[in-house]
């Protein structure tokens, strides 16, 4: 948990306090100078982008850089944030993972953030030959470390403010050719679950509307973005994790390159049709393969059409593994943010080759029957020799392969 001590301090005109995150300190801007009012969202308010509630995001992050390195030999491996406001996701990494590998290149396009970022640097003593500072945009960065300086980043983590949709070209383009990695964050979420779908297809090139599964879809559709313009590089993306808390997306890819590579990627997109009177829905593969336009149930009436859209899984389970191992051991995560870290992996994992979930509270609404225990109808769906969990993108919700009938049958027969 994020903790305010009672260190205050001035750098020129700005307001600093003391923080400790994970076990790291650092000054950022202190909220209760900057923000004048209760109704002011807190990281907006202040002069250096910093969200306390994105603590959960870097402790993900922390455990993915420990992942990754160890599974690799690379003498040398650059983890670039390209929007690193106060810097702490840097900082953190830079002290709680302990290894002499781990270079860090930290850039924001404020001059008010760079000069805080060197301030920590100085300050708290971070070793300066394994941290490069940068104050500019984004998409020069990556050009600037691709064409100047002739370094690869194994790492880049684009954590925008908004739509990370401008800078994913750049930054795929100057990662390291064999096995890198790609942590994406997206905040503009209401496009992608379906409330402005001109939005959606101006800024992510699909017909996103609401449907019943929004914060997945809202994930495969942010999947389908970004491989598709690794395809214009002969790059194939990968997802191995892809998280919807709170505000913002969370999404993990490693890449492979080469034509044949990236041409593989269409494979996994195709589209999805859903009933908007049962939520059935169908799911086809091929970017010429349409699904149906009526639902199977007579009288319900025309489907919905969203995509294109990944359609493949957006959980690896071997590297979900490797991660909670990580997590388990990695003693800087918040204890909160670590059982829920693991609790939604666990759950995801069992399920990671399932597509989409069913709302239980819905079905019983539909029945007008009270809702049954969640994890009773899971517990009942094994019974009967179907798999099912329950899944982080709907408290109310699980995931299975039983069928939406043999589902509203079991509700009937659990419901108190």
Known sequence: MVKFLDENTELEDLKLVKIKEGFTDIFVPDPHYYKQKDTEYLPTSLPVFYNPVMEINRDLTIALTKMYMDQTIDDKIYFVEAMAGTGIRGFRLLNEIRDDRLYIIMNDASPT??????????????????????NMDANYLFRKLHSDLHIKPSIIDIDPYGTPAPFVFNALSCLKKKMSMLLVTAT?????????????LRKYGSRVVKNPFSKEIAVRVLT???GREGTILSIKTIPILGLFLHHFIRLVLITERGRRKADEFWQSVGWISFCPVCNSYDVTRGITSFPSSQCFIKGHGNTEIIGPIWVDPIFDPDYIGSLINVIERQNSINKKNREKMLEILHNEREVSDLIFYYDIQDIARRLRVSTP???????????KGFRASRTHFNPTAIKTDASIHFLIEAVKEIAP
């Open 113 to 134: 953030a760079f000069k805080l970022m060197k301030y920590n640097a100085e300050v708290f003593g971070y070793d300066s030959e394994r941290l490069l500072l940068f």
């Open 373 to 383: 225990q969640i994890n009773v109808v899971v517990e009942f769906l094994k019974k």
């Open 188 to 200: 503009d979420t209401a496009p992608l679950v379906g409330k402005f779908p001109n939005a959606a």
């Open 224 to 226: 389908y973005m970004i």
